[in-house]
């Protein structure tokens, strides 16, 4: 697999309104950049909006990996480089690299997107054109997952609701609001001192959609203790006449080590 074509290198400059009252970015900010890489890298192989558009076919984020290493203050220019890593019938995984300008690793992500056809939103094979592009195509891999835990009595309880800057051109929020909603439900539950650890690690699965004028719950609890502790974090949309329906599952593990 040459390299070219299996990896793109974008620079980012952190905006001051894309950063927090720490003066660093924000870790929303990271999903920002790397999807905005995976679209520039799709377009520089000929696979830009239009292509997608033309055949009623969308990615959408399905779950990903977010390790934070470093903070990345206001005005700091990052090299973000977006690689193609395997393929599943459905699946595709990117993982990208946001490097700071002395060489150190600030964040490294591993994204797997969904192909969906646009009219029904129903998963649907990737086109055998993408792994054609390359001279030894990407292999398999085991999807990214959050296991179901049991939802403990003493669980904290937020309510979010998703506003309009926040949907994208899909009328859903965007990957990157959830990382927002996860950070705002684990410091409403005592967890804001595990935002700022490094490193840490944020791991979402995404199930269904959320929209706007959709009421949401979000549901969060810490498993173990010291260094390695995880905030679990489920969210559901509330309904009326029928059941909720779970929206992520979502853990922050402060310390080494990845979410049980």
Do not use: K
Not at 192 to 210: I, N, Q
Not at 228 to 253: H, K, M, S
């Amino acid at each position: 697999m040459s390299e070219p074509r299996a990896s793109a290198t974008v620079d980012y400059r952190a905006r001051f309104d894309e950063c927090g009252p720490d003066g660093d970015l924000r870790p929303a900010g990271l999903l920002r950049w790397a999807q905005d890489a995976a679209w520039i890298h799709s377009g520089r192989l000929g696979f830009g909006r239009e292509w997608y558009a033309d055949r009623g076919l969308a990615w959408v984020v399905r779950a990903l990996d977010l390790v934070v290493r470093a903070p990345i203050p206001v005005g700091t220019t990052v090299a973000v480089t977006t690689r193609v890593m395997g393929f599943r019938r459905v699946l595709a995984r990117r993982a990208t690299e946001i490097v700071l300008p002395d060489g150190r690793m600030a964040a490294l992500c591993t994204t797997d997107w969904a192909m969906t056809d646009v009219a029904t939103g129903s998963p649907t094979r990737v086109p055998a054109d993408f792994p054609a592009l390359f001279d030894s195509p990407p292999g398999g891999f085991e999807p990214v997952r959050v296991r179901p835990a049991t939802l403990p009595p003493d669980a904290a309880v937020t309510r979010l609701r998703p506003r309009p800057q926040e949907l994208d051109p899909m009328a859903h929020a965007n990957n990157a609001t959830y990382l927002d909603w996860l950070g705002e439900a684990v410091e409403a539950a005592g967890g804001s001192a595990d935002l700022a650890v490094e490193p840490r690690t944020y791991r979402l699965e995404y199930l269904v959609p959320a929209a706007l004028g959709d009421e949401l719950v979000a549901r969060t609890w810490v498993i173990g203790s010291g260094d390695g502790r995880t905030w679990r974090c489920d969210i559901e949309r509330v309904a009326r006449d029928e059941a909720a329906a779970p929206v992520l599952r979502a853990a922050l593990t402060a310390g080494e080590g990845a979410p049980p």
